[in-house]
């Protein structure tokens, strides 16, 4: 095994792990003193020019948060031409990738998931964090044990609130942006809110609430909340999941729940979930959808509004919107081949 050269020659590197970004990769490595597993995500500093910002902003998120559901920053190294933030390992994988491989799945299961995602978001809000990117590949199990809990991860668009700027920046990923951040309006952490309603509806059946392959058609869906509960797809779901994702789901932010609210919902702390087994419908859809889907890219969601501009598209910016055939037709919704976002790369100079 290679050693890490950093100020401290302590970890020596097992192996890369899929999960590198735009500017650093991610190795599992181990401590030498105590053989603990650790993921190092390692960062070139000449990457770092002039995005200096926006990892010091990670960095002083990831320092002060403490939980359970979330991937911990254990220690931070540095070399003379790169930066290491060890991480908390986690093993067990993507959401979806998981799912998919179960022979038995439930609401009930899907309840207790979205039950772990939204107390610690609920933690992240009562601390002033936004997230700003929730997703499924966010999510990832803490282990391969089929009881694992689930781990919140990347912090990279995190934001604090209170630190004297409104947050206003359109980035994220888009499939799972709220409405008033495509809108370009001052957003506060309900946009965390919406993007759990979002992963809770594609956690039931497989697809997402918003589909076109049109991108700019696609954003008029998010900006008018334009979703629907589709037949057949959602004939077995309960009307108490259906309302749950409505709460969050909701266009206005103001009436959106919040994390708070929708952990006493009766779909989260009730017995309204129901056990029946939806795992053949729901993996078929996954499958489908996010195999190799460009949702599990970020993109700059910036890029898709002024793209949306050159085309002169309205939407909330003022013009009548354009009824898409996808909004009304029910297999378009739950599409076989995957979304095509046609707009730039995720740029961390991008997100403030």
């Excluded at 206005?252 to 952990?263: F, G």
């Amino acid at each position: 095994m290679a050693v890490v050269h950093m100020k401290q020659s302590c970890f020596s590197l097992s192996l890369s792990l899929p999960r590198s970004g735009a500017f650093s990769e991610v190795v599992m490595a181990r401590e030498k003193a105590t053989e603990k597993m650790v993921a190092i995500k390692c960062i070139p500093k000449k990457a770092l020019k002039g995005k200096e910002t926006s990892i010091e902003n990670e960095i002083a998120v990831l320092r002060r948060i403490k939980h359970e559901n979330i991937v911990a920053l254990e220690d931070i190294y540095e070399s003379s031409n790169h930066l290491y933030l060890i991480m908390q390992l986690v093993s067990g994988g993507e959401l979806f990738d998981r799912i998919v491989e179960k022979g038995f799945y439930t609401e009930m299961d899907a309840s207790r998931l979205i039950r772990q995602v939204l107390d610690a978001v609920n933690y992240l809000h009562s601390m002033g964090i936004v997230h700003r990117d929730l997703k499924p590949e966010n999510l990832l199990y803490f282990s391969p044990h089929d009881e694992s809990k689930i781990m919140i991860s990347d912090f990279g668009l995190s934001k604090m609130e209170g630190t004297g700027d409104v947050m206003a920046t359109a980035c994220g990923t888009p499939g799972y942006v709220a409405p008033e951040v495509l809108a370009q309006k001052p957003y506060s952490k309900a946009v965390d809110c919406w993007s759990i309603g979002v992963i809770a509806y594609i956690l039931l059946c497989g697809y997402p609430p918003f589909y076109d392959e049109n991108d700019s058609k696609l954003f008029e869906q998010i900006l008018k909340a334009d979703y629907e509960f589709d037949a057949p797809y959602w004939d077995d779901i309960s009307d108490s999941a259906k309302d749950f994702i409505s709460c969050l789901m909701e266009k206005d932010p103001e009436k959106r729940y919040t994390c708070d609210q929708a952990l006493q919902h009766p779909w989260i702390a009730g017995d309204t979930a129901l056990r029946k087994n939806i795992h053949e419908s729901v993996s078929r859809q996954m499958r489908k959808n996010f195999a190799k889907s460009k949702w599990r890219q970020a993109f700059n969601a910036t890029a898709v509004i002024r793209h949306m501009r050159r085309l002169q598209l309205g939407t909330s910016f003022g013009s009548s919107v354009h009824n898409s055939s996808s909004a009304s037709n029910p297999q378009s919704r739950a599409p076989a081949k995957s979304q095509s976002v046609d707009c730039a790369p995720l740029s961390l100079k991008d997100c403030e």
